[in-house]
């Protein structure tokens, strides 16, 4: 019961977050990471690039060490060569391997984490090319897509709902933003039945971010429920406040 408690917390504080960036319009800038999943990402790809950076360097003195003493030493500008190397070799190596942006064909695929962490990233490469209003959307997307993230985690893969979730992932979201990066930049603000590109763009996102909020909703209802029973088993076995404070010690 106290998983079901604390996974509980964590879905309505994920949740909690998602209302408050709704109401603030998006609170990333554009360099930030829009969920933990891909930040995630990036952390680990970090790490690799910088243990790869100090092997490279330290690769680098042992062989300049042998070097040195199979030559009598480096002397004072062999020295500063060394040095010189060794801060270069260490920025090179940091540099790679860069992060990859997943393929569309790879966003649905995978475990629910797998599947969260990939969106983020490649909505986060979207992002440039689109609007202002769509950009907020797209930083709402990344806090939504965390909270169901942690909710697929503990729930039956063949429940209706993943498959949605997967549809509107894999599907809905880059269909929407690639059929809108197909018009030419100089046309996307021109009306076009009644609206310009970029106000269709807008308002689709903000339905799939609205089914999202839904999917979210019925998923926590179980989680929910748990805690609500909870409570008031505790109410009935250990009573109110006043209770507590009449229990002889």
Request: neutral net charge; hydrophobic residues 40%; glycine residues 10%.
């Amino acid at each position: 019961m106290q998983d079901t408690t604390t996974q509980s917390d964590q879905i309505l504080s994920a949740a909690g977050k998602s209302l408050q960036v709704q109401r603030e319009g998006g609170t990333h800038r554009p360099g930030d990471s829009i969920g933990k999943g891909s930040a995630g990402i990036k952390k680990t790809n970090w790490l690799k690039r910088l243990r790869n950076a100090v092997l490279g360097v330290v690769a680098l003195w042992v062989g300049l060490g042998v070097l040195g003493a199979v030559i009598g030493g480096l002397g004072t500008m062999g020295f500063l060569a060394a040095v010189i190397a060794s801060l270069g070799a260490f920025y090179l190596l940091s540099q790679y391997p860069k992060v990859k942006v997943p393929k569309r064909t790879e966003l649905k695929q995978g475990e629910p984490k797998q599947m969260v962490a990939r969106t983020e990233l490649w909505l986060e490469a979207q992002r440039p090319a689109l609007p202002a209003p769509a950009v907020k959307l797209v930083d709402q997307l990344g806090v939504q897509l965390d909270a169901l993230g942690l909710q697929l985690a503990t729930v039956d893969q063949s429940h209706p709902s993943v498959a949605e979730v997967r549809e509107l992932v894999g599907e809905y979201i880059p269909e929407t933003i690639d059929n809108y990066r197909k018009i030419p930049e100089h046309l996307r603000r021109e009306d076009h039945v009644g609206k310009s590109a970029d106000d269709r763009l807008t308002d689709s996102l903000g339905k799939i971010s609205g089914e999202l909020d839904r999917v979210t909703r019925r998923l926590a209802e179980g989680a929910l429920d748990d805690l609500a029973i909870k409570d008031r088993y505790l109410e009935y076995r250990y009573g109110g406040a006043e209770a507590l404070e009449d229990t002889p010690k």
